[in-house]
């Protein structure tokens, strides 16, 4: 069982709609990073939080600590939201300055 | 903007040559660096972990003599892939963590946009 675990791992909406990505991990953490990565490859760290929620734009993150569960929300979607959603998890007792990714959901938005 | 840039962006390189790459922290110093490697549709695989002014540390399976980290200054990293063969072909990324001046949190990890090597 990976340590990170996303879900889903495919996500087709269509344009306007509310979106969800999962993430569960099982072990402690120091922070939980949203990243995003568009088809070019750049990646985009778009949330670190260790607790509750943080909202930027039409994107909240949210982490619930003692289920150990974060959740990414995307408001009124767009097809420019389409993208590879990579949660990782950082512990520095654990593992020092490392990430631990989970696999991406790839999110595919239509107009 | 962008905090974490790479150059070159792509690069086409012949069998055998060697290739670098640079990672540098533009608004601040990276006590640290990591390189990762990703694959077509898959996660990143950090390579390895580089401090300022020390070796650095080399993900198991990573070969270091074929993949040189030089980490010479707080806003400066390079990759060279030495002898590079078709199967290095790849998608190389790097972040950069470190600092607590202004905007930049110590236990933020910012990513620089990648660089597609490929091998011919």
């Known amino acids: 069982k990976n340590e990170v675990e996303q879900s889903p791992q495919n996500l087709t909406a269509q344009e306007g709609e509310f979106i969800t990505i999962n993430c569960s991990y099982s072990v402690g953490i120091s922070a939980l990073h949203w990243l995003q990565q568009h088809p070019g490859g750049g990646i985009v760290s778009l949330f670190m939080?260790?607790?509750g929620k943080k909202k930027h734009g039409r994107l909240i993150a949210t982490i619930n600590i003692q289920e150990k569960h974060s959740s990414l929300h995307i408001t009124a979607s767009h097809p420019r939201d389409s993208a590879v959603y990579i949660c990782?998890?950082?512990?520095?007792?654990?593992?020092?300055?490392?990430?631990?990714f989970g696999a991406g959901t790839i999110l595919r938005v239509k107009s | 903007g962008a905090v974490v840039s790479q150059h070159p962006s792509w690069v086409i390189c012949k069998s055998g040559t060697s290739v670098k790459i640079e990672c540098r922290s533009l608004d601040f110093q990276a006590t640290t660096m990591f390189w990762y490697r990703q694959f077509p549709k898959q996660s990143l695989m950090l390579m390895a972990t580089?401090?300022?002014?020390?070796?650095?540390?080399?993900e198991q399976g990573v070969e270091k003599d074929k993949f040189l980290i030089n980490h010479a200054s707080l806003t400066l990293s390079t990759l060279t892939v030495t002898s590079a063969h078709p199967e290095d072909s790849s998608f190389y990324i790097c972040?950069?963590?470190?600092?607590?001046?202004?905007?930049?949190?110590?236990?933020?990890?910012?990513f620089g946009p990648g660089t597609r090597l490929t091998v011919t």
């Open positions: 990782a998890v950082s512990n520095a007792r654990e593992y020092g300055n490392k990430l631990v």
């Open positions: 972040s950069a963590r470190g600092g607590t001046s202004g905007r930049y949190f110590s236990y933020e990890q910012y």
């Open positions: 939080l260790s607790s």
């Open positions: 580089s401090n300022e002014g020390s070796k650095a540390t080399y």
